[in-house]
């Protein structure tokens, strides 16, 4: 194994442990939201999803929990909520970034 082999498999490493603690974070903090006294006393649990993101760490699935408030009937994922998540979004606003810095790059 030569250095550009190490680094790019301390790289590949490195970006499954990143990938690993943010699902095991957001998990835990739907986790926290679900068990929460006050939550229980507003929203209603109605499912639990997976949902798939691309973040600058690569691919993420993680499972967080579907909500109904009981004051006005509405739908949310308190977990995403929490987290700046929009409701459809399929990619982190940091991928975005990056892919037009890049692309500015090369014009």
């Known amino acids: 194994m030569d250095i550009t082999e190490l680094s790019l498999k301390v790289r590949e490493m490195v970006d499954k442990l990143g990938i690993e603690t943010m ?3 957001i998990e835990e903090l739907d986790k926290i939201i679900k068990e929460d006294k006050r939550r229980k006393e507003k929203w209603v649990v109605e499912r639990e999803d997976e ?10 699935k993680y499972k967080r929990t579907y909500y109904k408030s009981k004051e006005d009937g509405r739908y ?3 977990t995403d909520d929490a987290l ?3 409701r459809h979004e399929r990619v982190e606003e940091g ?8 692309f500015l790059k090369l014009i």
Do not use: A, C, R
């Open 76 to 78: 949310t994922y308190l």
């Open 23 to 25: 699902v095991v974070i």
């Open 95 to 102: 991928v975005k970034v990056k892919i037009v810095v890049s």
């Open 84 to 86: 700046g998540i929009e």
């Open 51 to 60: 949902k798939t993101l691309i973040t600058t760490v690569g691919e993420i």
